[in-house]
């Protein structure tokens, strides 16, 4: 079995791809293919360029070319709950859109009957048991996406409507693309900014920290899939 990782930016994937054992790399439109192993799992990286169209179209190319069996969406997040601090590790239980009428995934395929894709219960469950075993601490709730970083306009409104725990620009693309196929799919990702601490300057001064703490969550996720596997 090959596991899909998604990463958006370079930041997000360099500390996955020093701790796993990285045989071979591919250009492809654009992006970086890192094949490997990690903790003797067979694993693609692809850092796919942010937003959802490179999200969308970079898990197509995973499932076509590298015959994944489940992906895992990394990297950081936006926290929207107040309650989360700057490295904190964030699961998905669902994921959706802020920037997209929701009548229209309603309406029209997939006919969604609601707003949220929902990530596999068994992969989730497997992530949040190995964070657990590891003793990281993750916090659990909606991520939503957006082609829009959320500083402080627009905040009110999205937390009013959604009640997220964090944000991304990402995740909920990457997430159809995967219900289409039925692929198996989990999110995990850092907070590198907060409503307290927010900004692309926040960001970028917390993104390599919060990469980190992904990757150290991943890390114990890997290493407990191959325990079970053996």
């Not at 944000?167 to 850092?190: H, K, W």
Request: glycine letters at 6%; charged letters at 15%; hydrophobic letters at 45%.
């Amino acid at each position: 079995m090959r596991y899909g990782i998604f990463c958006a930016m370079p930041a997000e994937a360099r500390p996955l791809l020093a701790r796993m054992q990285v045989c071979s790399r591919q250009q492809i439109a654009g992006r970086d293919v890192a094949l490997g192993q990690w903790h003797g799992m067979d694993t693609a990286v692809i850092t796919a360029g942010v937003g959802k169209v490179h999200a969308a179209s970079a898990v197509q190319l995973l499932i076509d070319r590298f015959d994944i069996r489940a992906l895992i969406i990394a990297g950081t997040a936006g926290a929207m709950d107040p309650a989360l601090k700057i490295g904190d590790l964030v699961l998905a239980d669902a994921m959706a859109y802020h920037d997209v009428a929701p009548g229209l995934l309603a309406q029209f395929h997939p006919q969604l009957p609601h707003i949220d894709y929902l990530p596999d219960p068994a992969l989730c469950r497997s992530v949040r048991q190995a964070l657990d075993k590891a003793g990281m601490s993750v916090q659990t709730g909606r991520f939503v996406t957006g082609d829009a970083f959320i500083d402080q306009q627009g905040r009110q409104h999205i937390c009013q409507t959604f009640t997220p725990l964090c944000t991304d620009m990402e995740s909920c693309a990457a997430a159809q693309v995967c219900a289409l196929y039925r692929l198996p799919f989990a999110a995990l990702r850092a907070v590198s900014d907060t409503p307290q601490h927010s900004g692309l300057a926040t960001f970028e001064e917390n993104c390599a920290y919060a990469a980190d703490r992904c990757a150290q969550g991943l890390e114990a996720v890997f290493s407990e899939f191959s325990a079970q596997s053996a």
